[in-house]
């Protein structure tokens, strides 16, 4: 081992530690990276920028926005909710229905526009099928994940491990390589959470009990202004309700007048009650120091909080909000947005205290009382889902028609060959913004950067590891242990113990990141034994794809972890069966589709 390979070896685990503990965020951690390879002259000024003319991140950035197209157009909600209405009170074949609907939109959609999409239709199905959202979401993830290894746009990691086919001089992969197995792990995939997720997963989540989900009986009460109150006369502002006790006052009860705009401004009077949120300590302060009376008795439920003009709701945080990394002090959220949030709630734990001052990231959940018709502008934003109800609508935009043709004709144009998919959609992209289908405001905020710039840094970081010898130091090491092994067995046990090492290495990394690392490796592995290197590529791709074990694995995965009041242990239990499963799977199909 030469000290290129040590320090290179060092700085990959270190970097793997910082993403499994989420110091930073990926992005920024790969391209510390980067700069690091740059400083110690490993990698090259000239090598250092090529990540950003990579032909996956062009793809994939352009595969972005006609996602982004096809998803205002409502019409995958619309088909799926009208499917899903026919089954009448068949619960789990219209669970199954809604499964396979989303594994096939994922083959040629990116698989986290598809969840966003997904989210609420699943949990109104739920809703009318009385079954518990958490046995629903999960498995919604998992069928988006394998339903993107079907086809070579599927998911990001796909065109990644194409790219590196490309640059090794062999034939590009086709539209559709990957469904030569591709369909018999959806297939297992769409069975195996249909059947066991009404075993295996709790039955946690209840959108009919959103105060219970976020524990905020304790915390939402009603105050009554007495007469010798020192607030009667004055404005919460003036007494400084929120700022001097923590305190957010939602409405003010006055008779059969419920107040809920402009709240801060309005003097109060002896009889007022108002509905507040906030510590019970600090409750309990503004009792004795303001006069008020604590009607201890009430607890506000969803039904104490839902009116005919107000309405109880969870939003979801998408992955390009403009609120990631913002307070909601720094948005002016009540008054931008018109709704209250009540709590945030972030892998599983649920924040109440000083969220006004909490960076919001994504994936959060914010659970929200807001009016009804803001709730709907905040549904036609796009930096959020509101996931407590469902929209069944075909939205008739500007040239809707020519977005529901243009992925239809890109892919038959790709997959007979007459175009590659870059310039295919690189074209489809220009004729959408020449349509007006999508504007370039649009265009824009609808790219995933973070996981362009993720990709973008560290395609460098796979030329490092060739370039240092740390990928052929790795590759010899899977090979020693072959050696035990027949001479014709050995590839086999190597490309197995690859695809191992990819699995379990994806669970606690990034799909995309996994891939990026791993396909130097098993290009050194493939050179080493002297055998055809497409297999070992292909292993890599649908093993950084196969991440069930653990919710920072993949988007989707996150993207659930709050709506279905998930914990890591649920993540665990149901997914370790598919990810041992298609070991083995891959193992053994992927030497005969792929002959070595």
Request: charge should be neutral; aromatic fraction near 8%; charged fraction near 15%.
């Amino acid at each position: 081992m030469t000290l290129e390979v040590l320090f290179m070896l060092a700085l990959i685990v270190a970097t793997l530690v910082v993403f499994a503990l989420e110091i930073f965020p990926m992005e920024v951690t790969a391209f510390a990276l980067l700069a690091i390879l740059v400083v110690t002259g490993i990698v090259d000024s000239e090598h250092a920028v090529t990540g950003l003319s990579n032909p996956a991140v062009v793809t994939i950035g352009m595969l972005f926005i006609i996602s982004h197209a096809l998803a205002k157009t409502g019409f995958l909600e619309v088909a799926a909710g009208r499917l899903s209405q026919m089954v009448g009170p068949k619960k789990w074949l219209g669970v199954g229905i809604m499964l396979v609907t989303v594994t096939l939109s994922s083959a040629f959609l990116n698989n986290t526009a598809v969840v966003a999409m997904f989210i609420p239709l699943s949990i109104d199905l739920s809703r009318r099928l009385h079954i518990s959202p958490s046995k629903i979401l999960l498995p919604l993830s998992y069928t988006a994940i394998v339903g993107g290894t079907l086809t070579l746009i599927g998911t990001s990691t796909n065109l990644i491990v194409n790219a590196f086919v490309i640059e090794s001089g062999m034939p590009a992969l086709g539209m559709f390589e990957f469904t030569r197995m591709g369909w018999i792990y959806a297939l297992i995939g769409v069975i195996y959470t249909t059947v066991f997720a009404r075993r295996l997963l709790p039955s946690r989540a209840g959108i009919d009990s959103l105060t219970r989900k976020y524990h905020m009986g304790t915390y939402l009460t009603e105050l009554r202004v007495e007469e010798n109150s020192s607030l009667v006369g004055k404005t919460c502002k003036e007494v400084g309700v929120n700022q001097n006790y923590d305190i957010t006052v939602l409405a003010i009860l006055r008779g059969k007048q419920r107040v809920v705009e402009n709240i801060r401004n309005i003097p109060l009077l002896a009889g007022d009650t108002m509905m507040v949120r906030g510590m019970v300590d600090n409750i309990l302060r503004l009792r004795e120091e303001q006069g008020v009376k604590l009607l201890s008795d009430i607890k506000l439920n969803d039904e104490m909080l839902a009116t005919n003009e107000q309405v109880l709701a969870e939003g979801l945080i998408t992955q390009t909000s403009r609120l990631i990394n913002k307070t909601l002090r720094d948005l002016d959220f009540r008054r931008h947005y018109g709704a209250f949030v009540l709590a945030v709630r972030r892998h599983g734990a649920t924040l109440r205290k000083k969220i006004a001052h909490a960076p919001l990231h994504a994936s959060d959940t914010l659970l929200m009382l807001a009016p009804r018709e803001r709730l709907n502008e905040l549904r036609r934003s796009d930096d959020m889902i509101i996931i407590s109800e469902a929209e069944y609508e075909l939205h008739r935009g500007r040239s809707w028609w020519a977005v529901m043709a243009i992925l239809p004709i890109l892919l038959v144009l790709v997959s007979v060959g007459v175009i590659d998919i870059l310039r295919g959609s690189l074209l489809a992209v220009v004729i959408l913004l020449l349509l007006r289908a999508v504007d370039i405001r649009e265009a824009y905020h609808s790219v995933e950067w973070s996981v362009l710039l993720l990709i973008a840094a560290f395609v460098p970081v796979g030329y490092a590891m060739q370039a240092t010898g740390t990928a052929q130091f790795i590759a010899s090491g899977i090979m020693a242990v072959t050696q035990f092994w027949p001479a014709d067995v050995a590839p086999l046990v190597a490309l197995s113990l690859l695809y191992l090492a990819t699995s379990l290495l994806t669970e606690v990394v990034s799909n995309n990141a996994t891939a990026l690392i791993v396909a130097p490796v098993a290009l050194s592995l493939a050179a080493g034994l002297g055998v055809d290197a497409r297999p070992f590529l292909i292993a890599v791709a649908f093993a950084s794809s196969a991440a069930f074990m653990t919710p920072m694995s993949y988007q989707t995965n996150m993207m659930v972890y709050g709506p279905g009041s998930y914990q890591f242990k649920d993540y665990f239990r149901f997914g370790v069966t598919l990810n041992l499963g298609f070991w083995l799977l891959g193992s053994f199909l992927i030497p005969r589709l792929w002959p070595l």
